[in-house]
T-cell receptor, first 114, second 110 residues
Framework: EAQVTQNPRYLITVTGKKLTVTCSQNMNHEYMSWYRQDPGLGLRQIYY???????DKGDVPEGYKVSRKEKRNFPLILESPSPNQTSLYFC?????????????FGDGTRLSIL | QKEVEQNSGPLSVPEGAIASLNCTYSDRGSQSFFWYRQYSGKSPELIMFIYSNGDKEDGRFTAQLNKASQYVSLLIRDSQPSDSATYLCAVSQAGTALIFGKGTTLSVSS
């Protein structure tokens, strides 16, 4: 089954404790992206990757890191999480053509930073 | 700041009616336009995408694009209660970034 898999689905943690949210897709997609969704602010792009070893900042990259060492994986790293990073996070992927192609979304990760 | 604007709603229509959802965008260089549906607590799912001026139909859904007016819309014919959701307009910036509107909440009453 074609899918984008995020883990964990839910996480409650404390300020300053490094965490990684994993994202994996099995569709051989070149483009991958991370978004956060907050009430009243909608979906905002954090980082995107056009291909392996190619990443770039979206609208709200502060406090986040990403890497793209393999085509299928695009982890989101919070080196020192803070309460303002409490949010619902989505990973998405699409075929070559970047954001001009429809994106497939993972089921989301709900992060709470205390 | 490149923006995508949508009325937040809620837009309320009776079952069987046509629902009309609208979106405007600020970047004239935008190339691709998407409508996603999102149920509460779920991930966005693609409804329609459109690249060229004009209309594109898929079942009960029609996307309309007018690049001169920087306007894209989604029409839902024969609205059903199961169509009740938040509809997100998304615009591609040069094939790299994707900018979403804040979404319009649609409520279809039976």
């Amino acid at each position: 089954e074609a899918q984008v898999t995020q883990n964990p689905r839910y996480l409650i943690t404390v300020t300053g404790k490094k965490l990684t949210v994993t994202c994996s897709q099995n569709m051989n997609h070149e483009y991958m992206s991370w978004y956060r969704q907050d009430p009243g602010l909608g979906l905002r792009q954090i980082y995107y990757s056009m291909n392996v070893e190619v990443t770039d900042k979206g609208d709200v990259p502060e406090g986040y890191k990403v890497s793209r060492k393999e085509k299928r994986n695009f982890p989101l790293i919070l080196e020192s999480p803070s309460p303002n990073q409490t949010s619902l996070y989505f990973c998405a992927s699409s075929f070559a053509g970047g954001s001009n192609q429809p994106q497939h979304f993972g089921d989301g990760t709900r992060l709470s930073i205390l | 700041q490149k923006e995508v604007e949508q009325n937040s709603g809620p837009l309320s229509v009776p079952e069987g009616a046509i629902a009309s959802l609208n979106c405007t965008y600020s970047d004239r260089g935008s190339q691709s336009f998407f409508w996603y549906r999102q149920y509460s607590g779920k991930s966005p799912e693609l409804i329609m995408f459109i690249y060229s001026n004009g209309d594109k139909e898929d079942g009960r859904f029609t996307a309309q694009l007018n690049k001169a007016s920087q306007y894209v819309s989604l029409l839902i014919r024969d609205s059903q209660p199961s169509d009740s959701a938040t509809y997100l307009c998304a615009v591609s910036q040069a094939g790299t970034a994707l900018i979403f509107g804040k979404g319009t909440t649609l409520s279809v009453s039976s």
